[in-house]
């Protein structure tokens, strides 16, 4: 069983910053890749960004440029730094790891919210 857990996310302005955190109950040290992942209301759910083993890291044409994935192997922790917020940022924010031989783990879900 592999337990993800989401902190950060909260309100703030359009222009603003949130950075999110996703901590795994498992070493991430041999993970295929962890990745962030969107759903607004009535939206289906996106990828926002996603980072592999080896560090490459890929994002939705949105937010590049805006936010930043990164991981800590050290911590098990995988981030998502979130800067020039906008309202169409606002959704819930789950993280996902992809560990060998594993179907994908998801969190709960931190919610995130972008007042204009």
């Known amino acids: 069983q592999v337990q993800l857990v989401e902190s950060g996310g909260g309100l703030v302005q359009a222009g603003g910053s949130l950075r999110l955190s996703c901590a795994s109950s498992?070493?991430?040290?041999?993970?295929?890749?962890m990745g962030w992942y969107r759903q607004a209301p009535g939206k289906q759910r996106e990828l926002v960004a996603s980072i592999t083993n080896g560090g490459s890291t890929n994002y939705a044409r949105s937010v590049k440029g805006r936010f930043t994935i990164s991981k800590d192997n050290a911590k098990n922790t995988v981030y998502l730094q979130m800067n020039s917020l906008k309202p169409e940022d606002t959704a819930v924010y789950y993280c996902?790891?992809?560990?060998?031989?594993?179907?994908?783990?998801w969190g709960q879900g931190t919610q995130v919210t972008v007042s204009s």
């Open positions: 996902a790891a992809d560990f060998p031989l594993r179907m994908r783990d």
């Open positions: 498992r070493s991430i040290f041999s993970i295929n890749a």
